[in-house]
């Protein structure tokens, strides 16, 4: 197990068994977001991406909520007098890899940029920027408790960081639009039933459920072949049937070729968990 963190850390960090577990480290303030916190999430996320023991990442919150939005305190700050100002002074800003795809190099909607599966284990309320950070996860589990709200309609404020585009492809154009211009609270069990979440978990439950699940994709999946098929996934929006074949027949050899495919073959030839060494 790895940990670096003090209580008092905006994002508390720790790893074992192949999981780092990411956490908001806000819980009096429901894990409001300020800039403290955004720039120490990604780099946490920097750091699970090249700890190479690492092979699975869950984001979620400490305390009773996973994340409600902006701190409204900082909202409260925003010079309104010059909306340029605003829009490019909000948050802080890091330099673009032309290795990967521009859309996902904005400061909040980062998390398909990481190479590694990123699981959302969502424990409470999830609002505003907070949803935004658990639908650009990969993989979302919820606990029966929490209560989701896209809200930014309520706050006098558009929809955020590319949720418009990314809400419709996970739900459908009319469901996203019925929660996006409506702002309004719903439930986990409702989440689940339009497909925002995969897995829906009793509050006691959901840890140990998230990291079961995390572990078992950390044991017995292929490094590799992981980060091929999350990168295929976020590059499908973009794609033609054909280019999306392409894009397969390109990561093909360097997959074939790699020792963690014959270690896959062996392993399951031999009926044992496999020992990837992410070669």
Known sequence: MTTSHKTED???????????????????????????????????????????EVRVVVLTGVGESFCVGVDASRLAQVDTSDPRRTSRDAWPLWPLDPAKRYDFQ????????????VIAMINGA????????????????????????TAFVRRGIPVEHGLTWLLPRLIGHARAAELLLSGRKFSAEEAERIGLVSRVVQPA??????LTYAEDMAVWCAP??????????????????????????????????????????RSFIERRPPVFRDE
């Open 126 to 149: 999830v609002a505003g920027i907070g949803l935004v950070y658990a639908l650009y996860c990969d993989i979302c589990f919820a606990s029966s408790e929490a209560v989701f709200s």
């Open 10 to 52: 905006p994002i508390l960090y720790c790893a074992s068994k192949g999981v780092a577990v990411v956490a908001f480290n806000r819980p009096r303030q429901r894990n409001a977001l300020d800039f403290e916190m955004v720039e120490a999430l990604r780099g946490a996320m920097d750091r699970a991406s090249a700890e190479r």
């Open 205 to 210: 439950d959901l840890r140990q459920a998230t």
């Open 224 to 265: 590799g072949a992981l980060r091929a098929a999350k990168r295929q996934l976020w590059e499908a929006p973009f794609q033609t049937l054909a280019e999306a074949n392409l894009m397969f027949k390109a990561l093909l050899p360097g997959c074939l070729t790699s020792q963690d495919f014959r270690e896959a073959t």
């Open 106 to 117: 904005a400061t909040h909607n980062f998390l398909p940029a990481v190479e590694k599966p």
